[in-house]
């Protein structure tokens, strides 16, 4: 019989704090092939959020164990595997439930190690944003060094790692919020411009960047968001919808979309991530690029608060209020 350790389980979708449980579970042998992992640091996502009340794009089938990224160390390994051993740091592979203590894994599922030092926090967060900021700059309109792009949610961590690798690619960014306050966060992460949000957003953000062509907007938000960042953006311009914070649809006008020629185009990473418009040796490539600028702290996110699993509703609970970066749950302490 194997070790009993802590989890997170769903067994029915709704407000996400009154879903999740703590349960005890066994960690299965390890098989021909698979390596045992300790979960050291999982952050609490807004897809993760959308899971728990049933709202997300792919649901899992019930009972689950919530979360889907994170980092580990390897505490053993089955025959046959050669690409990590114990000891190793290695990110948990996508969509693995890591709100947990332990999690049995296929070895070769494992797409990325990080070194033993460093914080495991800043690794636990790169699967998802990092990739899909990535994602949104790379392959959605090309751009050149010295190009603007606008974004929505910019205070978020996919805004702020989308900051950062325009920053190193040599793009320029008009940062948008819902609220006062993150002119300093916006600097930090070598953001250009940060602006509220509002009805007005086209003059104020023409007048900010002295009127630059903008090819490119990038929408976490959905609704009226989407409209106003299509009032920033040159004809032929395309906007990147990725997130449906607001909860609304996106509103774009007929006259953008048929005299202007504004597109609007989604972007999911999980399809990227299963192989459309993209190789496994594409997406590992991108992977060990993300992670060296995560390792050097050139890709970083803010971080609010951190939780244990015993505090999982607090963590939950927290996590659906306005805040100042990611919860973390620390699964091992
Ligand atoms: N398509 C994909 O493949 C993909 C991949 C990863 C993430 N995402 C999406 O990216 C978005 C950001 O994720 P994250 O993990 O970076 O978020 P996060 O760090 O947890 O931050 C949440 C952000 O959402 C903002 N927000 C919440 N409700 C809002 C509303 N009604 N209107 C406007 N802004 C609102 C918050 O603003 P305040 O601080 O003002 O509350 C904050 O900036 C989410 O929508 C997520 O689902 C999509």
Redesign the pocket.
């Known amino acids: 019989m194997g070790s009993i350790k802590k989890a997170v389980q769903f067994a029915r979708t709704g407000n996400p704090p009154d879903v999740v449980e703590v349960i005890d579970l066994e960690t299965p042998a390890v098989g021909p092939g698979e390596a045992l992992i300790d979960i050291e640091a999982a952050a609490i996502?807004?897809?993760h959020l959308?899971t728990l009340s049933g709202s997300y794009g792919v649901q899992p089938e019930l009972p689950a164990i919530p979360g889907a990224e994170g980092i580990g160390k390897i505490v053993e390994v089955g025959s046959g595997v050669t690409n990590v051993k114990p000891g190793d740091r290695v990110m948990i592979p996508p969509y693995t439930g890591t709100w947990r203590q332990q999690a049995v894994v296929q070895a070769d599922h494992i797409l990325v190690s990080f070194p033993p030092e460093g914080d495991p926090i800043q690794m636990a967060m790169i699967m998802?944003?990092p990739p899909?900021a990535w994602l949104l700059l790379k392959t959605v309109v090309d751009l050149e060094p010295g190009d603007w792009v606008i974004q929505n949610?910019a205070?978020?961590?996919?805004?702020q790692y989308l900051m950062q690798l325009a920053h190193i690619y040599g793009y320029k960014t008009v940062n948008v919020?819902?609220?006062e306050g993150f002119d300093d966060l916006v600097a930090k992460s070598n953001g250009d411009i940060c602006v509220v949000d509002g009805a007005d957003l086209g003059e104020r953000v023409k007048a900010a960047t002295g009127g630059a062509d903008i090819k490119l907007g990038i929408d976490?938000?959905a609704g009226e968001?989407t409209q106003h960042l299509a009032d920033c953006l040159v004809e032929n311009a395309t906007i990147a919808n990725?997130?449906?914070?607001?909860?609304a649809p996106c509103h774009l006008s007929p006259n953008d979309i048929i005299f202007r020629n504004i597109n609007l185009k989604g972007?999911?990473?999980?399809m990227w991530l299963r192989g459309r418009d993209s190789t496994p040796e594409q997406r590992a490539a991108v992977y060990d690029e993300l992670r060296g600028y995560i390792i050097e702290g050139r890709m970083h996110?803010e971080v609010e608060a951190t939780y244990t699993l015993a505090q999982i509703k607090d963590a939950v609970a927290h996590a659906l209020r306005?805040?100042g970066g990611?919860i973390v749950i620390l699964p091992n302490g």
């Open positions: 996502n807004p897809a959308l998802a944003n899909t949610a205070n978020s961590a996919v805004g919020v819902r609220r976490a938000v968001a990725y997130g449906l914070l607001s909860g972007v999911w990473l999980t996110a306005q805040r990611k």
